[in-house]
C-alpha cells in the first residue's frame, strides 16, 4: 500500500494534481514526504511553524492531513522543507478538501498518549458542558472556529503538558 | 429507577453508609441532590467553588460523581448547600471510589458540547501526541495529576471559550 | 420506569426544580406531559408553533427535549397548553441544559422515517460536502446555528416533503 | 490498492466492461480519473453540472459513485471532461448497478461537514418525524424518488449553507 | 417495568389518551394486552385477521407495534377480542405513530426464526439485488408501500413455509 | 489485490486448483470473470439461468459467490459463456466450499436496495415468527432447504417487485 | 425489576395466561420459580430429567427458556417440582414460544464457562466446517433437529467434560 | 496480497525462516500450499490425518494456522503431501507460535455452518454451564487441554453430524 | 432497580433460597449488603481476609460477585460482618455460581484504574504472548487455575502498585 | 503489504530515515527482520535482553514495536543481532515515536494466551481496583511509570506462570 511513498524521496513524489479519494487520501505519500524531509532537515514543528508563520499545532495538523494549508503555507512549506511546490500543490493544492477526523481508526483511541485525551473528556466533559452552559448559555465551544496549543509548564515536581483549546462559542439559534 | 431522588428534597436523603454498587452508583440520588439545592440557592459553579475552595471543574466533577471530595469538601458543601452533612458522608465519604468515567453511556459522544470536545481529539490528537514527544519525550500527559479549567475570553468578534487542560508530563519507565 | 409520567395527568407534575440528570432527562415525565396535552387539545405543531411564535420544528424540538425554551416559549406553552406554568420552569426552566442527540438509542436508527434521513446523509454526504467546500470554501454547515422546516409540496404524481435544513457557513479557522 | 489509478491519466483507462465487484467498486479508478479531469480543466460541480444538464448534487453524485449516470450524462461527461467515452461506458454504463451508501466507512461519520448532516438528524430527526406523521400520515419522505441542493445565502452575519432535501411522501401500504 | 401491563387483564388499561413516548412505547402495555386477549380467546392470528378484515402478517403487525392500525381496524379488534375501545383507541389512536423496526434489540437477531430470515438477506442479498436491477433498473424494492404474506405449503419431503414479500417498485429520480 | 482479476480476460484464468482461503475468496478474481463474460456475451441472468437449467437466484449467487455449483452447473457455465472449464473448475470445482454470508461487510448493510429487504426483517420478523409458530409449531423456516424467487408483478399503479422465499419447515427436536 | 419473582414463592405465581413480550419474556418469573423449586427440593438436573423423561441438557433448556415443553413435560414438572400446574401452563403454555439464544447479552459471551465453548467456535469453527463439507458435501449440521449432552468422563490426568453436539445433516438445495 | 501464493506451486515457497507476524500469519502463503498440495493429492483430511498419525480435527486445524505442529508432524506432511520440508519448517517450525481464534473475522461468524454452532452456545450455554457446574463444581471445560472429533452418524431420517468436544475439567483455585 | 438493597440493612435480607437470575445475578442486594456491613464494621479488606482466611484478592472478588464461596467461608463472613448466615447462604450457597467478567459493562473498561490494566494488556499482551511461548511452549497461562495479589511497594520516587498475577501453565493438547 | 519485508534478509532494509506513518508503523518491515534475526541467531528473549541489558519484557516490547529503545539499546541490538545499525536508527531512532496499544486488532483479543489476561482484567478488576483505593486512596497504578516481568514458577501440581506488573501509584489532583 503506497509502498514507495513510505521509503520514497520527496523529489519523486508525482506533480499530476492530486485527486480526491476520499477514503485513502489520509494514507497520501505526500504526508510521509512532509515528515521524511522535516527529519532530514532535523527540524521541530516549532522550527517548521516559525518557518511558515503558523502556529505549531496548525503545522502539525497539515503534516497529519488535518488542516488545509493556504498557497502561501505551501510555498513556505516547500522552501523550509526544500520539497519541489508542485508535489505540495498537487496534493495539497485547491482541489485538497481535508477528510477530518479520520486519522483514529480505533475508538477508543488506543494510543495512550491520545487515550489520555479521550479520558479527560469522558471524565470532564459534562462538568465543562455545564460551565459553558453557566458562563455562556445554551450553545457549544467551537470546534471549527477554533485554535490550539502545546506547552511546556517547568514545575519542581515534574514539568507539566498544558494544553489549550479555545473555540468560538456558538449560541443555538431559536427559531 | 431512583425515583425518590429525583424529587425528593435533600433532607429525606437516608443517612445509612453508601454501598459501592459499581454500576449504578453515577446514578445515585445524592448526585440529584446536590444539583438540586445549588439550583435552590440559585448558586453557580462559580459560587460554589469559591464557598468551598476548589476550582470550578473540579467542583464540577463532584456534582457529578468524577471526583473524591475530602471530608473538609463534604463539611463546606454541607454549609454552602444546606444539605445535611451525614448525608453527603454516607453517599461520598470513606467508602466512596468513584467510577469514573463513565457518565457518557454513548459512545462517541453525542452531545453537541461534548461533541465538540471529543472532535477535537480525533482532528488535534495526532498532531498534539507529536508535540509532546518533541517536547518531552517518549511519554504522556497524565489524565490523573491533572487539572482543567474553562474560561471566557472576550473577543469583539463573539467570545471565546477557553479550555486549559493541564497533566503532569509522565515519560515512560525503561527497565 | 418514570410509570407515573405516562398516564398522569398534567396537574399532577411536581413544580420541584428539575435536576440535572444528564442520562434519565429525556424520559422527564415533563414530555409526555406536554405531548399528552397538546393530544387533549387536539393541536398539531403547526396550531402550537403558532400559539407559541415559533417555527415548527423548533416548537417540535422543545417536545422532544431537543432545544431550550426561553422563560417566555414556557409562558406560552404553559397558557396554550394549559400545563401549570411551575411544572414547566421546574423541568425546563433555568437549570434545563438539553442532553441533545441522545433520543435515538440505536444506531444506525432503525424507524424508517428516520432511517431515510441518515441514508440520505449517508448517500449525498460526500457530495454535499464537496459542493459546499466549492460554494464557501474549507469549512461547515453549523448544526448550532441552524434553523430547519418541513413543508408538503403538492405534486401531481404524489405531494413531496420538503426538508430545508439551514446552517450558518462557519469557515476553518488558521492559526 | 489500485495505484495507476491514482495517478494514472485518464487516457490509460482500460475500456474493457467493468465488472460488478461489490466491495470494491466504490475505489474504482474511474471516480478518481473524474475528479482529476474535473481539476485539470479547472471546473467546478457548478460547472460540470451545466454542462451535462443535471443538478449539482446529482453531478457531484455521479462523480462519488452514488449515482448510476445514463448514456447521455456519460456522452455529456466525455465531452465536457474530455474522458475517452469508451473508458466511462466500461465502468459506468449497462452493467453498473451503484453501490450505494458504502462510502462512509466510519460510522458515526467522523468528517466534521458529515458530521453536522448526521447530528442534524440525531437532535432533529423526531421532531421532523412527527411533523412528517401530522402533516401527510403515516409514511416516509422518499430517500429514492428524492431530490436535493446546496445553496449559499447571503447574510449580513455571515452567509448560510441552505439544503433543501425533497423525497416523495410514501405512505404506509395495509393490507 | 410496566410490571401491571404484563399480568393486569385487559379492563384495567388506562384509557387516558397515549402519550409518544419514543423508546418505550414498543413496551406499551396494550400490546401484552392485545396477545392476552386473543389468548384468552383461543384465537389464531387467522382468526383476527378474519374478523377484522386485514391480512395475517398485517395482523400480527398490530399486536407488535409494527403498524398504525385504522379507526375501523381498532373497532373491529374492540370486538373481536373484547377489549374496550377507549383503551385501545388511547393507546393506538390518532396521535399513536409507529416507531418501526426497534423491536429487535440484538443485532444480528438472534431468535433462530428470525436469524434465518436475516441470513437469507445476507446469502442472497447481492443476488435478488442485481436481479431486481436486471428486471426493473436502478432502484428498489419498496419496504413501505409493501405487504407479505406467510403460507404453509404441503410436501411430501416435508411442509414448506412460503414467505411472499412483495413491495413497489421505485426508481431513483434524476435531477 | 487482486488486480490481474479485475481486468484481465477470462482466458489468461489460471487453471490452477484453487486453494481455499477463507476470508479472501469472496474476492476471488473468478466471480469478475463470471460477471464480464456475462456483461460480454450481453445476458441477463434470466438467460444465464435458461442456459444452465437454474433458477435466476441460483444463478445469480454462484456469481456472488453463495452457492456451491454442481460439475455439470460448470460445464453449463462454461458453455453460455465460453469461459475455459479448467478455470471455473480450478476455483469453483471439487475443492470450493462456499463462505456464504460474507459479502455484506457493513452491518446494517447500507445499500439501499439491500437494506429494503433487511428493514422488512426487522419490521415484519416478529409477526412472520409468530405465524410461523401458529401454523407449523415450535420451528423455523430452513434457510439450507430453502430457495427463492424474484417475479416482476405488474400493476398499474407500479409494478411490483415480489420477491418468495421458501424453506422447509424444521421442527425443534425434542430429547 | 420483576422483584416479586425473585423472592416470592412458587404458589403465589400468576396462572393468567402469559402474553408474549418479546424482549422480556426470558426474564419472566417462572423460571426463577423453576429453578428455586428445584434448589428447595435439592434435585440436580440429573434428577429433574429423570423426573420427566427427557435429557438433561434440554431439561436445563426449559429452565432457561429455551426450549418449548409440552404439556406432558409441564404436567410432569409441575409434579416433580410441586409447582402449581397453572402457573407452568400460564407461561410456558400453547401461546409460548421461546426467544432464543438471547440470554446471553454480551457478546462475545464473557463468562469463562460459557467463553471456552465460544473459543473452541472461534479456533476449531473453520477445521469442522471443512471436515462436514469432506464428509457431507455442501450443507450444515442444524441447530433445529438437534441433541446435545454433557458427560464427566473419568480420566486419572483429571476428569474431562465431554460435550456432544448432534445435528441433522442439512444438504443445501439447488434449484 | 501475497498474490503469489495463492497461485504458486508449493515448490516456489520461500524456505527462509518465518517471522512472526501477528497480525497477518494467519494469511501466510503456506496454508494455501498445503490445501492446494491436499487438492492436487486428491486426499481428504481423514487421509492426511491417518499418514500424519494425527485425528482429523487436529490435522484440518494445522492446515487453518490453529494448531502448532511437532517436528515430525512436519516431517510427515512433507512427505504425505511432498511439500518440501524446509518450507514448512520456516513457516510452522521452532519461531511459529499460532495465532488463534482470529480466523473468523465477522462476529458473529456469518457462514452458516459456523453460525450453527455460535447458535448452539447462544442457546444452550447457559444449560451446558449449569450441568457442568452440577456434575463438576466451579470451573470450567478447557479449550487449551482440549480435543475434538467430527463423526458421520448414520440415521435413516438424515445421517447426522456428530461433533464431540471434551476438554479436562479446570476448578477455580481458592486462595 | 434492586433499591432495597441498597438502603436496606443486611438483617432485612431474605432467606429464602437464591435463584439463579444469570443477567442480574450481578446486581444482587447480597454484595450491597457485604460492603456495607464491611464499611459499618470499619473493615479493609485486609481485615475481612484475615477474619476468613482467604487472600485479599479473592476476599474482593467474593464481595463483587467474581468467587463462589465455600460454606466455610460464608460462616467465617457472617461471623465476621456480623451478617445473618442464611441470608449469605440463600445467595450465595450452594445454588449459587458466579456469573463472572459481567461486571464490567462498557468495553473497553473506562473507569481509569481498571482501564490501565487492560491498557497494559494492550500494550504487553504480545511480548507476555511471547515469552510465555518461550518459556513454557505453545500453551497459556491458566485464568482458572490463578490467582493474583495486590501490593504496595515502598519507593522513594513514590511508591508503587505492584500486581502478581500467577496461573498454572496449559499446554495446547495434541490429538 | 510490505512483502518485501516479510521475506526479505535484514540487509536489505532501507537507510532512509523512518517516516511516522501511525497507521501502518505497526507493521514497519523493521519489526519482522527483528524477529527473522533473532530466529536466526537462535536467541531466545532472554539470550537478547542479556544481550542488551534490558528487562526480558521490555526487550520484547522493541520486537513489537511497543517501546521506543535508546539508541544505546538499537546499537546493542544491532551488534547481538548482526542487523545493520542504519536500519535499526532509520526505523527506530529519532522519529520513531511508537503508536502503542493498536497491535491488537480484535478487541476482545482473541488469541486465547492474550484473552486470559483479558479475562483476568474482566474477573479482577473491580476488587483490584478496590485494594488499591484501600491501600493507596483515590488514585491509579500507572500504565508508563511501569514494569513487568514474566517467570516460571515450578511447581509439582504443574509449574505456573508468574506476571508481575507494577506501576507507580499516582494519586488524583485535587485543584
Redesign the interface.
Known sequence: ???NG??G?ASTL?E?????????EL?SPIF??L??AK??KGM???DVAKAIG?????T??I??G???P?PEDLDALSKALEIPSGALTASLG??F????????????????????????????????????????G???????????E?E??P?P???????????????????
Open positions: 500500500m503506497a509502498a513510505t521509503n524521496s508525482s499530476t494534481p492530486a485527486t480526491p479519494r476520499v477514503l485513502e494514507h510521509a514526504a515528515h521524511e527529519a532530514k521541530s514543528f516549532e503558523r502556529s505549531e499545532v496548525y502539525a495538523a503534516f497529519y488535518q488542516a488545509k493556504l485547491p482541489s478538501w481535508p477528510h477530518r477526523a479520520g486519522l483514529i481508526q480505533e475508538l477508543p483511541p488506543r494510543d495512550p498518549v491520545i487515550y489520555r485525551l479521550y479520558e479527560a473528556v469522558l471524565v470532564y466533559g459534562h462538568p465543562i458542558k455545564h460551565l459553558i452552559h453557566e458562563k455562556f445554551d450553545g457549544i465551544m467551537s470546534a471549527i472556529d477554533f485554535n490550539g502545546v511546556r509548564v514545575d515536581k515534574g514539568d507539566r503538558v498544558r494544553l489549550t483549546l479555545e473555540g468560538k462559542y456558538l449560541a443555538y439559534k431559536r427559531w
